[in-house]
Every structure is written in C-alpha cells, then in structure tokens.
C-alpha cells in the first residue's frame, strides 16, 4: 500500500489519461475553467464494462481489483478482492460524501473522502492522508462545474487543478458496475456500525449480480441495490475469536432487517425516497462468510434470494 491513497489512485488514472486509451474505454476528459480534470464515463460519454471496472477500482484507491465473473445462474456478476478492505472500502470507496452545491448533487467516494476526511467515520477510522491531489467518483446525472470542484477542491486542501473526478449516472452500464462492485464495502460498513473492530478483517472477496442497466437512475438505485442486498455474497478473512463471530454473524446479512424481503424500489418509496428512514440493518450484502485465520474455522449466515432479484431485474 502506498502511503497516499490519492497518490495512489492519481496512478492509475495517469496510466488510462492518453486519448487512444480514453477512446477505448468510451470515456471523454474534460478541464473546467478553474483547471479540474472531469473524465465523463456515462452520462454523454459511451463508458461500457472497462470503465465501470476503472471507476471501481479507482473507488478501491487501487487497493483492489474488480472483475466481471459469472454467477451461480451463469449471468455476468461483478467480483471484487481486496488486501487491504478497511482503507480500499471503509476510507475510500463507502459513499460517504453527500456533495451538494446549489441545484448539483452527487454521491462523492474514493480517495478524496480521506483527504477531506469531514465524515463521522474519521473520526473512528483516522487516516493522515497527505496530498497535493484528489481523486474522486461521483455517482450524478450531471457533470461538475467550477462551483462543483472548487468546493470539493477546497475541502481537500488542493487547488482545482489538482482535483480529478470520474462521474457516471447510476442508470448507465459503467454506473451500475461501480455501484455493484461495494459488496464487500457494505459488508464491512455494516460490521463498522455493530461495532465490529473491523481492523480484525485482512482481506476480502466479494460477488454480487451485474443487473440490466436502468432506464432511469432511481430505476438504477433500486437494481443496484437489490444486486447486493438479495444476491451478494462476501468472504471475509478475519483474526481473533470465534464467539464474536458466531455472536455478530446473523446480524450481518441483509436479511437481518425488518424490511428485507422485497425489491428495494418499493422499500424506498415507502421511506419517501429518503435513505435514512429505512432501517439501516438492510444494507448489506445477502450473505456473509467468516475465515478464522487463527483457529481455521469457517462460519456463514444468510443467503441469496433469487425471487426477488428476478423481480427486481425484470428477467
């Protein structure tokens, strides 16, 4: 691991900049007027399946890989592993930054949250995250303006022009795959919020089903969601002892919420489409599996609900 996640992702992003490379991945760069770099990869732009897989993996900071797989049906599944799961998912990719300015709102993720490091999370995870640039995806149906990255610029600690977004719309295929790709994010954000000292967890592998794109972003929201949280499954490799596995185990799954048990859309429009009036205990993955690197034992709780998820994805 490097010791800038920033400069880490600022990498990657270097290494796909040259325009044969952007025509491939069907991304269009751009530069605001106040000198931020913005990298539209499905909102104007074609985007495809490499750039979701850039976008997830720059989520990670790199600390991460994401594949397209099969899953147990033979449809196309978004797979991720990690070695370093509390800095790739916890300080970077959990969509933590909620980026409002004036009538522009994005869901903000990667390494940029750390820089900025404002969320309550921090002050539980601290991170001395040091950087003269930014990295960040927003998940939007618009691309930023000066407004946009000055204020994301100057909550990092950096001018404009060392600030670089990737944006996608949740309803577009590089979207969708950047959004499915956190089953091993959720799973680990919900152990966070039990309590779970998530330090114990070294390394993790996740699969969640890669759904028809959305016609819509709230469409996209409900499907993404629902790829997760009633068909994704996640390994986590742990230390430490067994009971508080067994005892935090069923409380992990989705299914350990009230709600769960129907398509997301409609749980979220009986909240009003407002994410905080639904019982955080939804959002996770399906199921979850513990390895005990000490005592080699192995524990599992949960499990797919493919009813759902065909109602969900219309197939």
Known sequence: MTSSLNQNAATVVSAISDAATLARLGIVA????????????????????????????????????????????????????TDAPVAACLQSQYAGWKISVDKYFAMGSGPMRALAAREELFE??????????????????????????????????????????????????????QVVARSVETAMHKLFELGFDV?????????????????????????????ILYGGRVTLWVDGDDDSLKEIGPQVPSSAAECHGRPFLQIFKEAGYDFYRI?????????????????????????????????????
């Open 30 to 81: 751009s530069t605001t007027t106040n000198g931020a770099c913005v990298f539209d990869t499905g909102i104007n732009a074609r985007g495809g399946i490499d750039a979701g897989r850039l976008l997830a993996e720059l989520c990670f900071s790199g600390l991460g890989t994401t594949q397209i797989g099969v899953d147990v049906d033979g449809n196309p599944s978004v797979q991720v592993v």
């Open 124 to 177: 539980k995870l601290p991170i001395d995250e040091q950087s003269d640039v930014a990295v960040g995806v927003l998940e939007a149906g618009q691309l930023p303006d000066d407004s946009v990255t000055s204020y994301i610029a100057e909550r990092c600690g950096i001018s404009p022009e060392k600030l670089t977004l990737l944006v996608a719309p949740t309803a577009s295929l590089a979207g969708t795959i």
């Open 199 to 227: 330090r114990r967890v070294r390394s993790g592998f996740g699969t969640a089903p890669l759904p028809p794109v959305a016609k819509d972003d709230l469409a996209g929201i409900g499907r993404t969601n629902d790829a």
């Open 279 to 315: 019982d955080p205990l939804l959002f996770s993955p399906a199921e979850i599996t513990f390895h005990n690197l000490e005592t080699g034992n192995a524990f599992r709780f949960g499990q797919r609900e493919p009813d759902v998820l065909r109602e969900s994805f219309g197939v």
